[in-house]
């Protein structure tokens, strides 16, 4: 599946609830410029490893996030503002702007949102810019798990980057969860599930 500004689509059936999630993270008006479109399911390798932030967070590693820079002129639009970066939260998400705090809500909710979970020093308010790919309590740093790498690909006008949660465990369990968002420097994006974990209200 992959959401597509200004084209019409077609739903396929893992990513059925990728709309609630939008409309809980844009305004209306801009939420309306994705579409979606049946697209093929193809795995991206991604090679460079995430390395966890471990500030403001009492679980390091677990509920935390990593902030990557694109390169060389890359930027991705999101709800009409251009990024040249991206924070990746390590229970299934991205953010884009202002850290809000929201990598510390390891708890799926219904949508929107609302404001992060507070911690004294710390960035504490609404969630705004998120895309949740799978929301739940993932452990990238869990032993006999898999982790959370990234990497940007392709040359203009055809770029690309892929963040990808390579098995990684759901906490306290050894259930592994893969997927993928992928980020397209025309504005499109793709999430894609690569196991049948990846299912369900946490999608």
Do not use: H
Not at 30 to 42: G, H, I, K, M, P
Not at 115 to 127: M, V, W, Y
Not at 156 to 177: C, D, E, F, K
């Amino acid at each position: 599946m992959r959401p597509v500004p200004g084209q019409a689509g077609s739903w396929l059936r893992r990513t059925v609830l990728l709309l609630a999630t939008l409309c809980g993270v844009v305004l209306p008006a801009q939420a309306a410029t994705y579409t979606f479109r049946s697209d093929s399911f193809l795995w991206e390798s991604a090679a460079t490893a995430i390395t966890w932030d471990q500030s403001c967070t009492g679980y390091p590693g677990d509920d935390d996030k990593a902030t990557i820079t694109f390169s060389g002129g890359f930027t991705f639009k999101f709800g009409a503002t251009v990024y040249s970066s991206v924070r990746v939260l390590s229970n299934g998400g991205l953010q884009f702007g202002a850290d809000t705090g929201f990598f510390r809500n390891y708890t799926n909710t219904n949508l929107p949102a609302g404001s992060a979970t507070a911690q004294s020093g710390c960035t504490a308010s609404a969630t705004t810019n998120v895309m949740l790919a799978y929301w739940t309590d993932l452990n990238p740093v869990q032993a006999g798990g898999g982790n959370v790498t990234w990497q940007q690909k392709g040359t203009a006008p055809n770029r690309y980057v892929v963040v990808s949660w390579n098995s990684v465990y759901q906490y306290g369990t050894s259930t592994p969860y893969a997927l993928q968002i992928i980020l397209f420097e025309n504005g499109e994006f793709k999430y894609q599930y690569g196991n049948s974990n990846a299912s369900g209200s946490a999608a």
